[in-house]
C-alpha cells in the first residue's frame, strides 16, 4: 500500500508545507517525483539547498542577492540619492517592471503590525536609518503597501527621517490604470479626487 | 535584483516543472523556501532524494513501495486468487478507501494509447501474465479508466487472459452514488439503464 511508505509520506508533508499547497496536491507534486528519473529529484534537490545556501541579504538594501553588494547597488546607473521604501523583495520586482525607477531601494522585511507582535526593531529600519546618515540622500519613497500597516509604517519613518532634512515621498493613491470606475470602492475614489491633477 | 540570481532562478526553475504549478506560483514557493530556516530548505532536499531513492515497483504487482514485496501483497489477509487491475498506483488508494477488495492489484503504470506511442510493450503486461501463469489466480477484475484508452487495454488484456480459463471482470458502469440525474451524461445514463439490477 502506498500510505504506509515512510519516504513518500515525509515528501508529500515537505510538499505541503509550502504556502497554497494543499494535501491533495502536495500527493501529486510528490507522484510526479517518483515517475520522474532519479536526477531529477537530485536536481531539484540541489537547487534548494543552492538557492537557501547562496542567497542572503544584500548588505546595504537588504533585498535577496548571491553577492556581497546586491547588483542595483552597485550599479553606477543608479541614483544613489533616491530611497524607494518596500516591504517585500518581491516589491522590487515590480518596480523593476515599470522601468521608471532610477533610484534604489530599501527593504524592510514586513510593516508595523502590533497585531503580529512585529514592531519597528523586527524590520530593517536601522539598517535604513545607517544609510541615511551619509548624507547623500536627497529623497525616500515610502512604497510599503497601502493597507492600515503599510501606512503606520509609513509614518513611522517619516517621522524618523523628516528632523534629518530629507524629503519623503509617498506612492500616490487613485484608481488603477484600465479599471472600471463603477467598481473602484469609495476609499480609493474619494483619494483620486483628492489627488486630481488639472489637464 | 532578484531577476539575476542564479540560483533562485534555478529554484523557481524546478519548481516550475512540477505538474500544474505555473511560472508565478513557482516564484512563490522559491521565496518561501528563502524565507525559512536553512534546516527547512535541507529536509526537503533530504526528503526528495530519500523518497526517489527508496520507493521503487513492487517486484509483484509493480506498485510503489520502499519494501523488496509490498506490504497487500506480502499480506496473509489477502486472496492472492482475484486480482484488480489499474492504470496508476494511486488507483489503489482510491480502491483501499473502499475497504471493499480484499484481494491484490496489479499496477500497468498507464494505458496503450497509440496517439501517445505507448503499446502493451510499454505497460506492465507482461508482469501480469508471469503472475497468472502460476495456476493460482481466479478472476482478473479490470479496473482501467472509464476511457477509450482504458477500455481498448481492458479488451486487449481479456482477450489474453481469457484462453487461460481465468474469468475477466470488469468495473460496472453507472450513475455515481450521490449524484443529480439531470446533470448525468447520456452515455453513462445509457449504461446505467442497460446494467440495471432487480430491486
Redesign the interface.
Known amino acids: 500500500?502506498?500510505?504506509?511508505?515512510?519516504?513518500?509520506n515525509?515528501?508529500i508533508?515537505?510538499f505541503a508545507?509550502?504556502?497554497?499547497?494543499g494535501k491533495k496536491?502536495a500527493?501529486?507534486?510528490?507522484?510526479?517525483?517518483?515517475e520522474q528519473p532519479?536526477e531529477?529529484?537530485?536536481?531539484?534537490?540541489?537547487?534548494?539547498?543552492?538557492?537557501?545556501?547562496?542567497?542572503h541579504f544584500c548588505k546595504v538594501c537588504q533585498?535577496?542577492?548571491?553577492l556581497d553588494v546586491?547588483?542595483?547597488c552597485s550599479s553606477e546607473q543608479r541614483d544613489k540619492g533616491v530611497i524607494c521604501v518596500v516591504e517585500d523583495?518581491?516589491d522590487?520586482?515590480a518596480f523593476?517592471r515599470t522601468r521608471e525607477f532610477s533610484g534604489v531601494y530599501h527593504v524592510l522585511h514586513g510593516v508595523i503590525s502590533p497585531l503580529d507582535n512585529v514592531g519597528p526593531d523586527d524590520l530593517k529600519i536601522k539598517e535604513l536609518m545607517a544609510r541615511l546618515a551619509g548624507g547623500e540622500v536627497r529623497e525616500i519613497i515610502m512604497a510599503t503597501n497601502p493597507t492600515v500597516e503599510g501606512e503606520a509604517t509609513a509614518s513611522y519613518i517619516s517621522r524618523l527621517v523628516k528632523p534629518m532634512g530629507i524629503k519623503v515621498t509617498r506612492l500616490a493613491y487613485g484608481v488603477p490604470v484600465g479599471a472600471d470606475l463603477q467598481y473602484a470602492d469609495e476609499y480609493t475614489l474619494a483619494r483620486a479626487l483628492e489627488g486630481r491633477n488639472e489637464i
Open positions: 500500500m502506498v500510505n504506509n511508505i515512510v519516504s513518500l515525509e515528501l508533508n515537505q508545507r509550502l504556502p497554497g499547497i496536491t500527493q501529486r507534486l510528490a507522484f510526479s517525483i517518483l532519479p531529477r529529484a537530485k536536481q531539484f534537490a540541489e537547487a534548494l539547498i543552492n538557492a537557501r545556501e547562496k542567497i533585498c535577496l542577492t548571491d546586491c547588483s542595483i523583495p518581491k522590487i520586482m523593476e
